[in-house]
């Protein structure tokens, strides 16, 4: 199956740094991305949707001056927090879709997620 | 609105057969995916049916009924590394994926 990357997989900062995740697609092309926040104990929460070469598409209550999307290319994607503060804590997935279309461009790839703490 | 309800845990015996339920409410329907999700770590693909009707793969299952909005997630042969959470999204019209809450799997020697 396809391969997702995430870097780092966990990060330790003081309140009020920034901090950026990176997605990658190693094996395929992905047309879109997608990043997720879990708190403990909950579902995934979409928090927006990216397509190469546009801006991302934020859900709804998800800051987009704080948290910063960059899709500049099939293969990469960047989250970054900024300003971090101690709520911003959570574990950060990404996933990407090949949009090759059909059943098989319909399936998102997860990377492993990043673990932030902000202290 | 858009709704995805499950279980939010269930208990099952090691060696058993454990059904995990879902039923969806969405604008439009392109396929329902099952995904398992280890604690700590990242969701892994399960299974995915647009069409009617039941999937096998191994000792995993998923059956899909569109019509009345309705899926399940059969797991036969139980082992312990089976205890995880168990996720149903559906894609909808515009290709978002809606997720359900998880299903907590606890698997009991």
């Known amino acids: 199956g396809a391969v997702v990357s995430q870097h780092p997989s966990w990060v330790i900062c003081k309140s009020g740094t920034s901090v950026k995740i990176e997605c990658r697609s190693l094996?395929?092309?992905?047309?879109?991305m997608f990043w997720y926040r879990q708190f403990p104990k909950q579902s995934l929460m979409l928090m927006a949707t990216?397509?190469?070469?546009?801006?991302?598409?934020?859900e709804q209550g998800v800051e987009k001056d704080k948290f910063l999307i960059n899709h500049a290319s099939l293969t990469l994607s960047t989250l970054t927090v900024t300003s971090a503060h101690p709520e911003d804590s959570s574990f950060y997935i990404c996933s990407a879709r090949d949009g090759a279309g059909g059943p098989e461009g319909n399936e998102q790839f997860f990377g492993p997620g990043t673990r932030l703490t902000v202290l | 609105g858009q709704n995805i309800d499950q279980p939010t845990e269930m208990t099952a015996t090691e060696g058993a057969i454990v059904q995990i339920n879902c039923t969806y409410q969405?604008?439009?329907?392109?396929?329902l995916f099952w995904y398992q999700q280890h604690a700590g770590e990242a969701p892994t693909f399960l299974s995915y049916n647009v069409l009617d009707g039941l999937e096998e793969k191994g000792r995993f299952s998923s059956f899909l009924s569109r019509s009345k909005g309705y899926s399940y997630l059969l797991l036969k042969e139980l082992q312990m590394k089976d205890s995880a959470s168990y996720l149903c999204a559906v894609l909808d019209s515009n290709y978002q994926l809606i997720w359900g809450a998880g299903t907590k799997l606890i698997i009991k020697p």
């Open positions: 094996d395929f092309q992905a047309t879109t």
């Open positions: 990216s397509n190469e070469g546009s801006k991302a598409t934020y």
């Open positions: 969405t604008s439009g329907f392109n396929g």
